[in-house]
């Protein structure tokens, strides 16, 4: 039987640390004199007395959370946060309509970066940094920070980990799971402060710095500026290149290197592999662009490599308008939405890792089809991949093409051009921002339908928490009683 209270619990800590979190912008809105003070201040009581009243559920005797509990709380976690987090959109009536604040929630939490707001700049500082902050709880996973403090409250949260850690694999940096989940949040407040120094240092202003530096660890790409990162100095650009890089390592890499053991982090074949697309395809692009346009090999290479990066990690700052250079350069950059970063990171797509399994494991299938009797096992980082991680990942590539071509036919059926409908499912799917078509690099998708902004919105779920998590949740065999 699946233990209702304890996700109820649960719910009840993720609304209070959403109202406390809310509340962090009310110091910004009343130093900036803006108009969104009521809002939060109402925002964060409706959380928090959302939590106090679930609160008032006892929990039972047994407060583990097994695998049932840990797919729930994970999607209903998120549902809540969205549902919630939408509360100062719509009392400040920034954006107004549940279709299009929900969107703008979902696309927040789930670090994908896509905007129904048209005029940034013209928006209140605090409905901004909310704006942000959402991205930066969801960049890592709120969760695992509730995983972080389950042993004061002695709830067990190992298989909630499990179903929220981005990527095929979660390693662990210390045996007990809440010390890892505290270890990487140290790690991802750790760099955020560091790139919200550099950035000031190098010429933003604090309240730009801190927005900035919250949706560039996070993977996010939600700006302050219309103009995005386009509207910053090439130092700048360069900064948040290197720290978008950063953000699509694998934490555990990061830890590793942190702590000097560099052996480690060159013994990832992701990360080498990682390392090597980017510098590989941002060679490309500069040539190419360098044809394309009339930029000096300076601007050519930054425009080129700080577009890469921001697709491959799936941030979706934009610093030039990538579908005007030309043709082959734009279907070019949109291949990169379906790559993703590292798993582990806070990245979205497919990530690096799944490509490598299913490269390597066809490459191996042709030395399989002339010795079919031999043993050829593939391995990754020097170990032996097991069946079921390779069967899981066919199935994952396969779901993800699957839902990227009928989510297609949907949009397509509800009006959308074919550029536009392919573009949009598949900056949703994974997490990244800007596409092609109608909603490329300095378009925007509040002109979209509600049906359409909520179609996309279930998109941008089932990516974030890579498609199973949901998807498990409508098969009979998971409600069927054990």
């Known amino acids: ?31 900036f004199d803006s108009s969104d003070l009521d809002a939060l201040v109402w925002s964060g009581l409706i959380c928090l007395g959302a939590g106090a009243f679930l609160r008032l559920f006892k929990l039972d005797k047994d407060r583990s959370v097994r695998k049932r ?41 789930t670090t994908t970066g896509a905007s129904v707001i048209t005029d940034i700049e013209a928006q209140p500082p605090g409905i901004l940094y909310w704006r942000s902050l959402t991205q ?60 919200t120094v550099v950035l ?42 290197f720290f978008m890089f950063l953000a699509g390592v694998n934490y555990t890499i990061i830890y590793f290197g942190l702590k000097g053991k560099l052996k480690r982090v060159w013994a990832s074949e992701e990360f080498k592999a990682y390392l090597l697309l980017v510098g590989l395809f941002t060679v ?3 040539i190419a662009v360098q ?38 350069l734009t279907f070019f950059f949109f291949i990169l939405l379906f790559v993703g970063a590292c798993a582990g990171s806070t990245s979205g797509g497919i990530k690096i890792i799944r490509h490598l399994v299913f490269f390597k494991n066809s490459i191996l299938e042709f030395k399989r089809i002339i010795h079919p009797r031999a043993m050829v096992p593939l391995r990754l980082n020097g170990e032996r991949v097991r069946g079921h991680i390779i069967t899981h990942i066919i199935i994952f590539l396969l779901l993800y093409l699957s839902l990227f071509v009928i989510g297609s036919m949907v949009l397509s059926i509800m009006g959308l051009d074919f550029m536009t409908a392919i ?31 909520l179609f996309l919105s279930f998109l941008m779920l089932l990516g974030r928490l890579e498609l199973f998590t949901i998807l498990v949740l409508f098969t009979p065999y998971f409600w069927k009683a054990n």
């Open 1 to 31: 039987m699946i233990n209702y209270r304890i996700i109820v619990r649960v719910l009840s800590i993720l609304l209070i640390i959403i109202g406390l979190l809310m509340w962090t912008g009310i110091p910004i809105s009343w130093y």
């Open 69 to 109: 509990e840990g797919y729930l709380i994970v999607a209903l976690g998120w549902l809540t946060m969205v549902i919630f987090g939408m509360l100062p959109y719509i009392i400040s009536d920034v954006i107004p309509g549940i279709p299009s604040a929900l969107f703008e929630t979902v696309s927040g939490m």
């Open 136 to 195: 930066w709880i969801g960049g890592m996973g709120i969760i695992v920070l509730t995983v972080a403090i389950f042993p004061l409250l002695g709830i067990g949260g190992v298989e909630l980990f499990v179903a929220e850690a981005p990527g095929p694999t979660s390693d662990k940096l210390h045996p007990r799971i809440s010390e890892t989940a505290k270890r990487l949040w140290l790690i991802y407040v750790g760099l955020t402060f560091v790139l």
């Open 200 to 241: 000031y240092l190098e010429g933003m202003t604090p309240y730009e710095a801190i927005n900035h530096a919250f949706t560039t660890m996070a993977t996010g790409g939600f700006s302050t500026r219309n103009a995005s990162m386009a509207a910053f100095s090439p130092t700048i650009q360069y900064t948040v290149c």
């Open 284 to 286: 490309i692009a500069t």
């Open 291 to 328: 044809v394309a346009t009339a930029h000096g090999w300076e601007q050519s290479f930054r425009d080129s490599l700080f577009q890469i990066i921001s697709l491959i990690t799936t941030t979706g700052f934009v610093s030039a308008d990538y579908t005007s250079w030309s043709g082959g």
């Open 423 to 453: 573009g949009a499912v598949a900056t949703s799917l994974g997490n990244v921002g800007p596409a092609i078509g109608k909603v490329g690099p300095v378009d925007n998708f509040a002109w979209l339908s509600n049906e359409v902004k």
